[in-house]
């Protein structure tokens, strides 16, 4: 089967430079800003550059347990990230991978609209349902509506 690719995007009303340090760049205290959802991120090879592999761990009790992701580009002046979740419990016999590019642009009104692309390349003949699709985009709305309201409750973090 082809790749799927799914786009989608999500305004915020805090401006791109902090969203992007908070969510990107300081990804190693999600476990604080999204205790629910998040246990630890760590770094297993590199520097948290490019070509740094990352482990996501989960919290008990979610629906998935681990996701290992390797860092394609970071851009922190265009406020840009790509990267590719190379393993995850979620991937079953279904996904190889997924390649992500977010960007975070400024809106009209002094917040942010971050514009995600996820593509999905299936094993084999797998198919990539719609699920799949759908728990994507909304892991990647719920992390940035909570970072968002991190942010609103901690007015000097991240600046």
């Excluded at 990352?54 to 992701?69: I, R, S, W």
Aim: proline fraction near 4%; charged fraction near 25%.
């Amino acid at each position: 089967m082809a790749p799927v690719t799914s786009s989608y995007e999500v305004t915020s009303s805090i401006p791109p430079a902090r969203l992007f340090k908070a969510t990107i760049l300081e990804e190693k205290h999600l476990h604080k800003i999204l205790p629910q959802g998040v246990k630890s991120v760590e770094i297993l090879e590199g520097d948290g550059g490019v070509g740094t592999i990352k482990l996501t761990t989960f919290v008990d009790g979610g629906e998935h347990k681990t996701a290992k992701q390797r860092v394609d580009g970071i851009d922190k002046e265009k406020f840009t990230y790509s990267y590719t979740v190379l393993e995850a419990d979620g991937f079953n016999d279904v996904i190889e991978k997924i390649c992500c590019v977010i960007k975070f642009e400024p809106s009209a009104d002094g917040g942010s609209i971050c514009k995600t692309t996820n593509t999905y390349y299936p094993k084999g003949g797998a198919q990539i349902s719609e699920e799949h699709l759908k728990g994507g985009k909304e892991m990647g709305l719920g992390m940035v509506k909570a970072v968002e309201a991190y942010l609103h409750a901690n007015p000097t973090a991240y600046n």
